[in-house]
């Protein structure tokens, strides 16, 4: 069982389209950041959010994180071909070691032209 | 800050064969680690160190690999006999426990193939 469930899993949308990730699970996370992989590379670092409520924007990405801390949500406004990737959630569980991250699955994003 | 440096970043090699790998990380993180992904799922962990010591290492790590961090600087992974099965991007990440978070940072990863 994935402790982080990612969805949906693949998501091809148009350009100037709008879309919402969710990465939801049973636990309770101390934090939880946000990754964007391209293919044949490392995740790069988006957004950490650690309180519980908390919204972070980026630009034309909106990051909430639930008021339990279980759940978290990735919302695009007006997609670019440019945010093509696989977009990541992970945790730190709270209680746990702080410092081994759990990742989801993965969300694999096409914006097409 | 130059980043999270890995090296090599493609590896191709028989089954039976050993590899190693290295990760520089950042250079005012004393915490790193070793993650691994296959095709279609998120990274999973592997290893951490702090500083040189190596602190926990995953049931995913069989005494097939070693990983070492001497000077709590640049870190190694060897695979030794590889299998097939070891096929996979292998990623480091290193961080600074920073207000009671630890935000781990990407290396671009070492993508080995074993033939």
Known sequence: TQLLEQSPQFLSIQEGENLTVYCNSSSVFSSLQWYRQEPGEGPVLLVTVVTGGEVKKLKRLTFQFGDARKDSSLHITAAQPGDTGLYLCAGAVSGGSNYKLTFGKGTLLTVNP | DTGV????RHKITKR???????????????????????????????????????????????????????????????????????????????????????????????RLSVL
Request: charged residues 20%; negative net charge; aromatic residues 12%.
């Open chain 2, 5 to 8: 440096s890995q090296d090599p």
């Open chain 2, 16 to 110: 039976g064969q050993n590899v190693t790998f290295r990760c520089d990380p950042i250079s005012e993180h004393n915490r790193l680690y070793w993650y691994r992904q296959t095709l279609g799922q998120g990274p999973e962990f592997l290893t951490y160190f702090q500083n040189e010591a190596q602190l926990e290492k995953s049931r995913l790590l069989s005494d097939r690999f070693s990983a070492e961090r001497p000077k709590g600087s640049f870190s190694t992974l060897e695979i030794q006999r590889t299998e097939q099965g070891d096929s996979a991007m292998y990623l480091c990440a290193s961080s600074l426990l920073r207000g009671g978070h630890n935000i781990q940072y990407f290396g671009a990863g070492t």
